[in-house]
């Protein structure tokens, strides 16, 4: 079966703090698809990254990073220096080779200002 | 190009009336999911469809749910004798295709509310 947890619930930083949104997931899929996906007020659901399982490289997209570690089967997102604008539902997801997207029940950031 | 499509926008229905959602996908999009999101919850994976194979209807929470695909394109959504905790955005996505790489493309969904 596969699961994906996202433990924190709500986060609430001050503008310009360092956050990060921590994601395990579980699978016995060899072969495997991780996403991020952002929910802003307005509702609409935005893709943010996809890492595959084969490729544990972090990424820094801006103030944005990313943290793959198979060994902890974890795929962690760091905002840096947040701001009002980040503030948004973060949901990560799984895909697996049945090809079934599977979300987390997601974590709410609030930045203040 | 167009993105994902889902219509109404908004439905409001009494209890045991029967709805259909419709999700039309981006053009060339093989693979369509539907997924429900309650109030302050996550997205729940309902059923999708890939290409002419036969859809993953394992999330699916009772008989009263169905979809279909029709011509590979567009989808639709029939919840039967609905009932107030069917209250939920409905939301529709595409992707290129569904066991590898490609990002799901959502809609701005449906949000239903049984009374």
């Known amino acids: 079966a596969q699961k994906v947890t996202q433990a924190q619930t709500e986060i609430s930083v001050v503008e310009k703090e360092d956050v990060t949104l921590d994601c395990v997931y579980e699978t016995r899929d060899t072969t495997y698809y991780l996403f991020w996906y952002k929910q802003p007020p307005s509702g609409e659901l935005v893709f943010l990254i996809r890492r595959n399982s084969f490729d544990e490289q972090n990424e820094i997209s801006g103030r944005y990073s990313w943290n793959f570690q198979k060994s902890t089967s974890s795929f962690n997102f760091t905002i840096t220096a947040s701001q009002v604008v980040d503030s948004a539902v973060y949901f990560c997801?799984?895909?697996?080779?049945?090809?079934?997207?599977?979300f987390g029940q997601g974590t709410e950031l609030s930045v203040k200002p | 190009g167009a993105g994902v499509s889902q219509s109404p926008s908004n439905k409001v229905t009494e209890k045991g009336k029967d709805v259909e959602l419709r999700c039309d996908p981006i053009s060339g999009h093989t693979a369509l999911y539907w997924y429900r999101q309650s109030l302050g919850q996550g997205l729940e994976f309902l059923i999708y469809f890939q290409g002419n194979s036969a859809p993953d209807k394992s999330g699916l929470p009772s008989d009263r749910f169905s979809a279909e695909r029709t011509g590979g394109s567009v989808s639709t959504l029939t919840i039967q004798r609905t009932q107030q905790e069917d209250s939920a955005v409905y939301l529709c996505a595409s992707s290129l295709d569904s066991l590898g790489y490609s990002p799901l493309h959502f809609g701005n969904g449906t949000r239903l509310t049984v009374t």
């Open positions: 997801a799984l895909k697996g080779q049945g090809g079934k997207l599977i």
